[in-house]
């Protein structure tokens, strides 16, 4: 193989960026059907749905978000998070894994 038709270093890195990005999503995706066949799973043999909010999923990985997460001085920044970590965890952690995935492919790509 000659030196013209190997692909120049930046097209390799493009190429590993756009694979991690897919296997992000690929990865929140699986999350999220995992999380949810759990779920399904409980309810069906339990007859209670189990919430699982974004909190609990945070909690394992060691970081404790106060309850109620309160920002002094930006109350609304404060409701948004709150808020944020309140939804399930099903959504969230596959959103965070995703957009985590993009932001270094957009620091591979600058």
Do not use: C
Request: charge should be negative.
């Amino acid at each position: 193989m000659g030196y013209e038709t190997r692909p120049p270093v930046e097209d390799v890195w493009d190429k590993a960026a756009a694979a991690l990005v897919s296997i992000a999503l690929i990865v929140g995706l699986l999350w999220f059907a995992g999380v949810l066949a759990f779920q399904v799973w409980h309810w069906l043999r339990e007859g209670e749905w189990l919430p699982l909010p974004f909190r609990n999923a945070l909690e394992f990985i060691g970081l404790d978000p106060p309850e109620p997460l309160q920002i002094e001085g930006w109350a609304g920044l404060s409701r948004v998070l709150e808020w944020a970590i309140s939804l399930p965890m099903s959504v969230m952690v596959g959103l965070t894994v995703f957009f985590a995935a993009v932001l270094v492919n957009w620091l591979v790509r600058r």
